[in-house]
């Protein structure tokens, strides 16, 4: 393998540099753990970005399924169908809301599928989405227009009739649904934008708003599923159902699977012709994904969610920082929200260079998001890597 000098060399030169990216270059991962292609361990609090988040790197029940699938069928396009699209596809739903699914390869391109549908669902003249402030639902130009400005600046012009409220605020919301409205997009989490639970009481007033007009609401659920927060999505926490909800990230295992679920409402609105995606449903991705789902069953991680998460603030309060205003989430999705006497970028750095990764979310945030299998031992000796880098 080459250093990691060159690796990063490489990268700029040949890469196009869109990623504030750090300069290290990943060398390979067991669980919890990442080395970098110089041979540095780190304990990974934060794998993949998320995609990582039921079983860590190279779990070695992901990787057997991965294996025989790569000897089996890698790719064959949609004119047919396979069996781990249908496993996949049947674990989700049965542990969801019903309905069918249909895939991709990435959260944006998920909620660019549920915009379509939501769509053809409204009919005619109906084409007005809802989203909220602090939001993050991707960068295609369909996900953008759901997004917060800061992130359109120089994509103008959006899709029209994206309609942006606050969180909480069902006045708002009501205010904002015309006869143009066709859905409403939530995070049931909002995870890039500061880990932000909304209220029981506001997700139950929102799907009830949605019932009253006959819109269609849509979750998306790339970072809170599945699993992550001691519930298979996260939705399941408010006692409501979405008509609509968006996977990606830790939904394929590892490998790059997006979902747009449909509930039986709204199942049958992509017909031929409406929408595709060539490798959407790949046999190799869907295995690894399948595979996640059933390590979640078997292992039951999700009450190891919960414990995750309990584990994580009890650290946290126990060192008794006067800066650590609020630990707020749900499940194995932690975030720590600081006072401006502490920058959540400076510790993130100093973690990196004591061999931890963690994340950062908006306005000041801390983001803790570990693999739901990591090893309490290793989960205890990373807070405390964290612990020490916000002492200092
Ligand atoms: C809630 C949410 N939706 C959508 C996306 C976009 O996902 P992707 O980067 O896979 O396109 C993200 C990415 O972080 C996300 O957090």
């Not at 790569?70 to 004119?79: F, V």
């Not at 959260?107 to 003249?125: D, I, S, T």
């Not at 996260?234 to 590892?254: C, N, R, S, W």
Request: hydrophobic share 40%.
């Amino acid at each position: 393998m080459s250093t990691q000098a060159a690796i990063v060399e490489g990268t700029s030169k040949y890469i196009i540099e869109n990623y504030g990216r750090l300069p290290m270059a990943a060398g390979r991962g067991q669980g919890s753990l990442l080395w970098d292609a110089d041979g540095k361990e780190y304990i990974d609090l934060f794998p993949g970005f998320g995609s990582g988040g039921v079983c860590g790197h190279c779990h070695p029940k992901v990787s057997e399924a991965v294996k025989a699938q790569a000897d089996t069928l890698l790719s064959h396009g949609n004119l047919f169908t396979n069996e781990p699209q249908v496993d996949l596809a049947k674990r989700i739903t049965e542990n969801a809301f019903g309905g069918k699914v249909f895939y991709c390869h990435s959260g944006a391109e998920a909620n660019e599928a549920a915009l379509k549908l939501v769509r053809l669902a409204a009919g005619e003249g109906r084409y007005k989405i809802i989203s909220f402030n602090n939001c993050f639902h991707g960068r295609t130009m369909g996900g953008l227009s759901l997004t917060p400005e800061g992130f359109q600046k120089g994509f103008e012009p959006m899709l029209p009739g994206n309609v942006k409220v606050d969180m909480g605020d069902l006045d708002a919301v009501a205010a904002a649904i015309d006869d143009e409205t066709a859905g409403v997009i939530i995070e049931p989490i909002q995870a890039e934008g500061g880990v932000n639970v909304p209220s029981v009481e506001f997700m139950q007033g929102l799907r009830k708003l949605c019932d009253d007009n006959n819109l269609l609401l849509i979750c998306d659920e790339v970072w809170t599923s599945p699993g992550r927060t001691g519930k298979w999505f996260a939705y399941q926490h408010f006692g409501i159902e979405p008509d609509v909800m968006t996977l990606a990230k830790a939904i394929g295992g590892g490998l790059p699977v997006g979902v747009c679920v449909a509930g039986p409402k709204c199942a049958d609105v992509l017909v031929p012709g409406t929408h595709g995606c060539t490798m959407g449903g790949n046999p190799l991705c869907a295995a690894a994904g399948a595979a996640a789902m059933k390590l979640i069953e078997d292992e039951n991680l999700l009450d190891r969610a919960v414990a995750i998460g309990q584990r994580v603030a009890d650290a946290i309060n126990a060192a008794g920082f006067d800066c650590v205003t609020e630990i707020r989430g749900k499940g194995a999705l932690v975030g720590i929200q600081l006072d401006d006497s502490i920058q959540a970028k400076d510790i993130m750095m100093k973690c990196m260079e004591n061999g931890l990764i963690i994340c950062i979310a908006k306005n000041n945030v801390l983001r803790v998001a570990p693999a739901l299998t990591v090893e309490y031992s290793v989960l205890d000796k990373g807070m405390g890597i964290l612990i020490d880098a916000m002492k200092g």
